[in-house]
Nanobody, 128 residues
Framework: QVQLVESGGGLVQAGASLRLSCAAS????????MGWFRQPPGKEREFVAA????????YYADSVKGRFTVSRDNAKNTVYLQMNSLKPEDTAVYYC?????????????????????WGQGTQVTVSS
């Protein structure tokens, strides 16, 4: 069974950096569009970033643009989220998601219901 497993979360101070990883286990095929979402305490899950299966196209929420970078290594079946200049408002559980339904090269997806599989989440806490 294919699973998505996030790692790299933790407790950091404002201004620090973290790199989250999302590894797909149980398969060798990796050509799926991917996304990162987060759920702050007491709030709804929100879009953070998306990346096409080639890695060429990316898109970010305005709140993280210029600070976060999404990338992928298809040979390793892994997607990354580099988070710099972290702020207390970035505190959330971060989830990676994968779209396994029909898609085209370069496509990006921004809504949670456009994704078919999710990881278990990793906690990121940013202290002020």
């Amino acid at each position: 069974q294919v699973q998505l497993v996030e790692s790299g979360g933790g407790l950091v101070q404002a201004g620090a950096s973290l790199r989250l990883s999302c590894a797909a286990s149980g398969r060798t095929y990796s050509r799926y569009p991917m996304g990162w979402f987060r759920q702050p305490p007491g709030k709804e899950r929100e879009f953070v970033a998306a990346i096409s299966w080639t890695g060429v196209s990316t898109y970010y929420a305005d709140s993280v643009k210029g600070r976060f970078t999404v990338s992928r290594d298809n040979a390793k079946n892994t997607v990354y989220l580099q988070m710099n200049s972290l702020k207390p408002e970035d505190t959330a559980v971060y989830y990676c998601a994968e779209r396994r339904s029909i898609y085209s090269t370069g496509s990006l997806y921004f809504a949670a219901n456009e994704y078919d599989a999710w990881g278990q989440g990793t906690q990121v806490t940013v202290s002020s």
